[in-house]
């Protein structure tokens, strides 16, 4: 059973540019979180969605940043207009319905931004 | 008021001795649970171990064990005999009732000496 994928692994964008991050949450999985870890930092949640709707965005930047987790095909975290400060690892997360406890991660996408 | 504190930042250990890794909470909720994951050099985030609030009795997961104390809102994560691999980074996480997103400390980075 493969277990959370996350592509690219490795981002480089020039400021200004646009970063899409994609997750395919593990088979059976039909919840989808991102976390976000700056450099010496423990993760922080930006998003929780299910197929087709943003569960909780508490945690997403006001502008810039949006996610999706469409019926078909994989999650994707998009990030408009980098700056430098995106740069970090983005985590996503899956877990199943009715096994919410446990949240197994990707390998994450390291981002970085020149 | 942080939610998650992990008060080492980094701790050694001799090859095969036990080590203890401190995590300490704050909720008001009730109903919550308690994660520890693992981080390697490599970058990815392995779940170790869960404590449901709930949870009478202290998780294990082979050499993996959660020191839950409830009243003093600690649950240390306990690694016995070491091995050079457990060398990484160690994160608490609490995923307070009523949320699905995780809280994370800011991680002990254990190192396994020979």
């Known amino acids: 059973n493969a277990g959370v994928m996350q592509n690219p692994r490795h981002l480089v964008r020039r400021r200004g540019q646009e970063a899409r991050l994609r997750c395919s949450p593990m088979k059976g999985h039909s919840h989808v979180y991102w976390y976000r870890q700056l450099p010496e930092e423990g993760l922080k949640f930006m998003v929780y969605l299910q197929k087709e709707n943003i569960i909780d965005e508490s945690g997403m930047p006001k502008e810039r940043f949006s996610a999706e987790f469409p019926k078909e095909g994989p999650s994707i975290l998009r990030i408009q207009q980098v700056v430098r400060g995106d740069s970090a690892a983005y985590f996503c997360?899956?877990?199943?319905?009715?096994?919410?406890?446990?949240?197994?991660f990707g390998p994450g996408t390291r981002l970085l931004v020149l | 008021a942080q939610k998650i504190t992990q008060t080492q930042p980094g701790m050694f250990v001799q090859e095969k001795e036990a080590v203890t890794l401190d995590c300490t909470y704050d909720t008001s909720d009730q109903s919550y649970g308690l994660f520890w994951y693992k981080q390697p050099s490599s970058g990815e985030m392995i779940f170790l171990i869960y404590?449901?609030?709930?949870?009478?009795q202290n998780a294990t997961e082979g050499r993996y064990s959660l020191n839950f104390q409830k009243a003093r809102k600690s649950a240390n994560l306990v690694i016995s005999a070491s091995q050079l691999g457990d060398s990484a980074m160690y994160f608490c996480a609490m995923r307070e009732g009523g949320s699905e997103k995780l809280v994370f400390g800011k991680g002990t980075k254990l190192t396994v000496n020979p």
């Open positions: 404590q449901g609030s709930y949870d009478e």
């Open positions: 997360a899956s877990s199943a319905a009715g096994e919410l406890e446990t949240q197994y």
